[in-house]
Protein backbone atom coordinates (compact mmCIF):
# COMPACT_ATOMS: atom_id res chain seq x y z
CA UNK A 1 0.00 0.00 0.00
CA UNK A 2 2.93 2.48 0.31
CA UNK A 3 3.98 2.26 -2.47
CA UNK A 4 0.06 2.77 -4.06
CA UNK A 5 0.42 5.99 -2.11
CA UNK A 6 3.07 7.09 -3.29
CA UNK A 7 2.48 6.17 -6.90
CA UNK A 8 -0.90 8.03 -6.31
CA UNK A 9 0.90 11.23 -5.15
CA UNK A 10 3.42 11.02 -8.12
CA UNK A 11 0.26 10.50 -10.99
CA UNK A 12 -1.25 13.85 -9.20
CA UNK A 13 1.85 15.54 -9.83
CA UNK A 14 1.90 14.37 -13.11
CA UNK A 15 -1.82 14.79 -13.94
CA UNK A 16 -1.62 18.35 -12.63
CA UNK A 17 0.66 19.79 -14.80
CA UNK A 18 -0.34 18.11 -17.82
CA UNK A 19 -3.75 19.42 -17.36
CA UNK A 20 -2.46 22.98 -17.07
CA UNK A 21 0.36 22.72 -19.76
CA UNK A 22 -2.02 23.72 -22.55
CA UNK A 23 -2.72 27.10 -20.89
CA UNK A 24 1.02 27.88 -22.51
CA UNK A 25 -0.12 27.65 -25.82
CA UNK A 26 -1.76 30.77 -25.80
CA UNK A 27 1.63 32.60 -24.91
CA UNK A 28 3.66 30.20 -27.25
CA UNK A 29 1.39 31.03 -30.19
CA UNK A 30 0.78 35.07 -29.62
CA UNK A 31 3.30 35.48 -32.32
CA UNK A 32 1.28 33.54 -34.33
CA UNK A 33 -2.10 35.56 -33.91
CA UNK A 34 0.14 38.67 -34.58
CA UNK A 35 1.65 37.51 -37.76
CA UNK A 36 -1.50 36.61 -38.62
CA UNK A 37 -2.87 39.75 -38.39
CA UNK A 38 -0.23 41.65 -39.74
CA UNK A 39 0.00 39.33 -43.15
CA UNK A 40 -3.16 40.18 -45.46
CA UNK A 41 -4.09 36.65 -46.81
CA UNK A 42 -2.44 34.21 -43.79
CA UNK A 43 -4.74 31.18 -43.05
CA UNK A 44 -4.40 30.70 -39.41
CA UNK A 45 -7.12 28.46 -39.28
CA UNK A 46 -5.59 26.01 -41.65
CA UNK A 47 -2.39 26.58 -39.25
CA UNK A 48 -4.63 25.82 -35.67
CA UNK A 49 -5.42 22.49 -37.76
CA UNK A 50 -1.76 21.66 -38.55
CA UNK A 51 -1.18 22.02 -34.73
CA UNK A 52 -3.94 20.03 -34.26
CA UNK A 53 -2.68 16.87 -36.24
CA UNK A 54 0.63 17.62 -33.84
CA UNK A 55 -1.44 16.59 -30.98
CA UNK A 56 -2.37 13.30 -32.53
CA UNK A 57 1.05 12.35 -33.56
CA UNK A 58 2.29 13.30 -29.98
CA UNK A 59 -0.87 11.17 -28.33
CA UNK A 60 -0.31 8.42 -30.87
CA UNK A 61 4.14 8.44 -29.77
CA UNK A 62 2.61 8.28 -26.42
CA UNK A 63 0.59 5.17 -27.32
CA UNK A 64 3.68 3.43 -28.76
CA UNK A 65 5.57 4.56 -25.40
CA UNK A 66 3.21 3.18 -23.20
CA UNK A 67 5.12 -0.19 -21.90
CA UNK A 68 8.31 2.45 -21.77
CA UNK A 69 6.63 4.71 -19.88
CA UNK A 70 4.96 1.89 -17.16
CA UNK A 71 8.94 0.05 -17.24
CA UNK A 72 10.30 4.29 -16.10
CA UNK A 73 7.35 4.84 -13.62
CA UNK A 74 8.19 1.81 -11.72
CA UNK A 75 11.86 3.01 -11.58
CA UNK A 76 10.66 6.08 -10.46
CA UNK A 77 8.46 5.27 -7.68
CA UNK A 78 10.83 2.62 -6.08
CA UNK A 79 13.72 5.64 -6.55
CA UNK A 80 11.04 7.93 -4.74
CA UNK A 81 10.72 6.01 -1.55
CA UNK A 82 14.50 6.17 -1.34
CA UNK A 83 15.62 9.89 -2.05
CA UNK A 84 12.24 10.70 -0.43
CA UNK A 85 11.31 13.97 -2.19
CA UNK A 86 10.64 14.94 -5.97
CA UNK A 87 13.67 17.63 -6.28
CA UNK A 88 16.18 15.30 -5.00
CA UNK A 89 14.57 12.76 -7.80
CA UNK A 90 14.90 14.73 -10.89
CA UNK A 91 18.26 15.95 -9.56
CA UNK A 92 19.40 12.03 -9.33
CA UNK A 93 17.32 11.23 -12.42
CA UNK A 94 18.98 14.07 -14.92
CA UNK A 95 22.36 12.51 -14.37
CA UNK A 96 24.52 11.30 -17.75
CA UNK A 97 24.60 7.97 -15.92
CA UNK A 98 21.08 7.38 -15.51
CA UNK A 99 20.23 9.26 -18.83
CA UNK A 100 22.22 6.38 -20.30
CA UNK A 101 20.47 4.19 -18.43
CA UNK A 102 16.67 5.40 -19.46
CA UNK A 103 17.27 4.20 -22.93
CA UNK A 104 17.52 0.66 -21.80
CA UNK A 105 14.24 0.59 -20.44
CA UNK A 106 12.49 1.20 -23.82
CA UNK A 107 10.21 -1.44 -24.70
CA UNK A 108 8.11 -1.38 -28.15
CA UNK A 109 4.48 -2.64 -27.75
CA UNK A 110 4.24 -5.71 -28.78
CA UNK A 111 1.18 -7.24 -31.22
CA UNK A 112 -0.17 -9.47 -28.37
CA UNK A 113 -0.77 -6.16 -26.69
CA UNK A 114 -2.35 -4.72 -29.19
CA UNK A 115 -4.61 -7.41 -29.74
CA UNK A 116 -5.71 -7.34 -26.32
CA UNK A 117 -7.24 -3.86 -27.02
CA UNK A 118 -10.78 -4.77 -27.37
CA UNK A 119 -13.47 -2.73 -26.18
CA UNK A 120 -15.76 -5.81 -24.24
CA UNK A 121 -15.06 -5.20 -20.37
CA UNK A 122 -14.11 -1.57 -20.55
CA UNK A 123 -17.32 1.15 -20.47
CA UNK A 124 -17.91 2.66 -23.82
CA UNK A 125 -19.52 5.92 -21.66
CA UNK A 126 -15.77 6.06 -20.08
CA UNK A 127 -14.18 5.76 -23.76
CA UNK A 128 -16.72 8.21 -25.10
CA UNK A 129 -16.22 10.61 -22.29
CA UNK A 130 -12.38 10.61 -22.33
CA UNK A 131 -13.42 11.29 -26.63
CA UNK A 132 -15.45 14.10 -25.95
CA UNK A 133 -13.39 15.85 -22.86
CA UNK A 134 -9.76 15.41 -24.86
CA UNK A 135 -11.56 17.16 -27.92
CA UNK A 136 -11.94 20.83 -25.71
CA UNK A 137 -9.03 20.03 -24.17
CA UNK A 138 -7.54 20.54 -27.15
CA UNK A 139 -9.24 22.40 -29.06
CA UNK A 140 -10.29 25.26 -26.29
CA UNK A 141 -7.07 27.23 -26.52
CA UNK A 142 -6.87 27.36 -29.81
CA UNK A 143 -10.35 28.19 -30.50
CA UNK A 144 -9.91 31.23 -28.02
CA UNK A 145 -7.24 32.51 -30.14
CA UNK A 146 -9.39 31.98 -33.22
CA UNK A 147 -12.00 34.01 -32.07
CA UNK A 148 -9.48 36.59 -31.02
CA UNK A 149 -8.36 36.62 -34.51
CA UNK A 150 -11.60 36.90 -36.06
CA UNK A 151 -13.14 39.76 -32.98
CA UNK A 152 -10.25 41.84 -32.86
CA UNK A 153 -12.30 44.63 -30.84
CA UNK A 154 -12.85 41.76 -28.04
CA UNK A 155 -9.36 40.06 -28.61
CA UNK A 156 -8.53 40.00 -24.78
CA UNK A 157 -11.58 38.76 -23.76
CA UNK A 158 -11.83 35.99 -26.19
CA UNK A 159 -8.06 34.93 -25.71
CA UNK A 160 -8.90 34.46 -21.49
CA UNK A 161 -11.97 32.58 -22.40
CA UNK A 162 -9.60 29.73 -22.97
CA UNK A 163 -9.41 29.34 -19.28
CA UNK A 164 -13.29 28.83 -18.93
CA UNK A 165 -13.05 25.92 -21.87
CA UNK A 166 -10.48 24.07 -19.97
CA UNK A 167 -11.73 25.02 -16.58
CA UNK A 168 -15.10 22.88 -17.86
CA UNK A 169 -12.95 20.14 -19.24
CA UNK A 170 -11.20 19.84 -16.09
CA UNK A 171 -14.34 19.68 -14.18
CA UNK A 172 -15.79 17.24 -16.61
CA UNK A 173 -12.98 14.85 -16.70
CA UNK A 174 -12.47 15.07 -12.73
CA UNK A 175 -16.38 14.76 -12.08
CA UNK A 176 -17.20 12.03 -14.74
CA UNK A 177 -13.96 9.90 -16.01
CA UNK A 178 -11.41 9.84 -13.09
CA UNK A 179 -14.08 8.39 -10.59
CA UNK A 180 -14.91 5.48 -13.00
CA UNK A 181 -11.07 4.81 -13.41
CA UNK A 182 -10.37 4.48 -10.04
CA UNK A 183 -13.36 2.27 -9.76
CA UNK A 184 -12.02 -0.04 -12.20
CA UNK A 185 -8.52 0.37 -10.72
CA UNK A 186 -9.55 -0.79 -7.46
CA UNK A 187 -11.23 -3.53 -8.44
CA UNK A 188 -8.27 -4.83 -10.04
CA UNK A 189 -6.36 -3.79 -7.03
CA UNK A 190 -8.54 -6.12 -5.15
CA UNK A 191 -8.56 -9.16 -7.74
CA UNK A 192 -12.28 -8.41 -8.50
CA UNK A 193 -11.09 -8.03 -12.35
CA UNK A 194 -7.46 -8.71 -13.33
CA UNK A 195 -4.45 -7.23 -14.16
CA UNK A 196 -4.80 -7.41 -17.61
CA UNK A 197 -8.31 -6.16 -18.31
CA UNK A 198 -6.75 -3.00 -16.37
CA UNK A 199 -4.09 -2.96 -18.89
CA UNK A 200 -6.54 -3.12 -21.79
CA UNK A 201 -8.65 -0.22 -19.76
CA UNK A 202 -5.54 2.17 -20.15
CA UNK A 203 -4.80 1.28 -23.74
CA UNK A 204 -8.48 2.00 -24.88
CA UNK A 205 -8.49 5.31 -22.86
CA UNK A 206 -5.08 6.15 -24.59
CA UNK A 207 -6.56 5.17 -28.07
CA UNK A 208 -10.03 7.19 -27.18
CA UNK A 209 -7.53 10.02 -26.09
CA UNK A 210 -6.21 10.14 -29.85
CA UNK A 211 -9.63 9.77 -31.26
CA UNK A 212 -10.37 12.65 -29.23
CA UNK A 213 -7.58 14.76 -30.84
CA UNK A 214 -9.24 14.28 -34.31
CA UNK A 215 -12.44 15.11 -32.93
CA UNK A 216 -10.94 18.57 -31.93
CA UNK A 217 -10.49 18.88 -36.27
CA UNK A 218 -13.91 19.02 -36.37
CA UNK A 219 -14.86 21.20 -33.17
CA UNK A 220 -12.26 23.68 -33.76
CA UNK A 221 -14.49 25.98 -36.29
CA UNK A 222 -18.12 25.33 -34.11
CA UNK A 223 -16.16 26.09 -30.76
CA UNK A 224 -14.52 29.56 -32.46
CA UNK A 225 -18.47 30.55 -33.48
CA UNK A 226 -19.54 29.89 -30.10
CA UNK A 227 -16.85 31.77 -28.27
CA UNK A 228 -17.75 34.80 -31.23
CA UNK A 229 -21.07 34.45 -30.08
CA UNK A 230 -21.11 34.72 -26.39
CA UNK A 231 -17.81 37.13 -25.81
CA UNK A 232 -20.13 39.87 -26.21
CA UNK A 233 -22.16 38.84 -23.56
CA UNK A 234 -19.72 39.17 -21.58
CA UNK A 235 -18.67 42.69 -22.36
Known amino acids: MGKLAVALSLTGMIVLISR??????ATMLGGVIDYAKQTPGYSLEAQLHIIIAGASMGTLLAILLIPTAVRVSAKLIGRLEVTGSLPRLFVE?????????A???????????ISRLRIGGVPKRLLLLNT??????TVGVLAALNASF??????????LSSGLVNGIATILMTLL???????????????QESMSSLTKMYGLLMFSRFCGTWLAQLLLVPCTLIIQWTVPWWT
Request: aromatic fraction near 8%.
Open 20 to 25: TSNLMQ
Open 93 to 101: SVSIRNLKY
Open 103 to 113: GKQFKPPTWEM
Open 132 to 137: VVTAIY
Open 150 to 159: LMPQYSTTAT
Open 177 to 191: VDPQIALLTDRAMNG
